[in-house]
Nanobody, 117 residues
Framework: QVQVVESGGGLVQPGGSLRLSCTVS????????MAWHRQAPGKQRELVAL???????HYEVSAKGRFTISRDNSNNTAYLQMNRLEPEDTAVYYC???????????WGQGTQVTVSS
């Protein structure tokens, strides 16, 4: 059984920073791409950034220049460093991972990020 757990969300003022973590555990050997998505109230879930096991990184326009994605392959953990946060970044942030062992993708339960003064 594969488990994906996000952490690090919270309430932050505009201009502040947060660091999200996503850890994958279970009967797996490795993890392919790890991606951060977010879903704001009343909106569709959208991609924020992704990183492959080889280190290829992609950012959506909303994240470029403010967010940094990274990962530690030794413990199957991905991070999303978010700087200069804006109220428009308020959303539930989800981690999605690809597991080559079974060819499936798994989602975490999400972590709430609220940017407000």
């Amino acid at each position: 059984q594969v488990q994906v757990v996000e952490s690090g969300g919270g309430l932050v003022q505009p201009g502040g920073s947060l660091r999200l973590s996503c850890t994958v555990s279970g009967n797996i050997f490795d993890v392919n791409a790890m991606a951060w998505h977010r879903q704001a109230p009343g909106k569709q879930r959208e991609l924020v950034a992704l990183i492959t096991s080889a280190g290829y990184i992609h950012y959506e326009v909303s994240a470029k220049g403010r967010f940094t994605i990274s990962r530690d392959n030794s413990n199957n953990t991905a991070y999303l460093q978010m700087n200069r946060l804006e109220p428009e970044d308020t959303a539930v942030y989800y981690c999605k991972v690809g597991v080559p062992m079974d060819g499936q993708h798994y989602w975490g339960q999400g972590t709430q990020v609220t940017v407000s003064s």
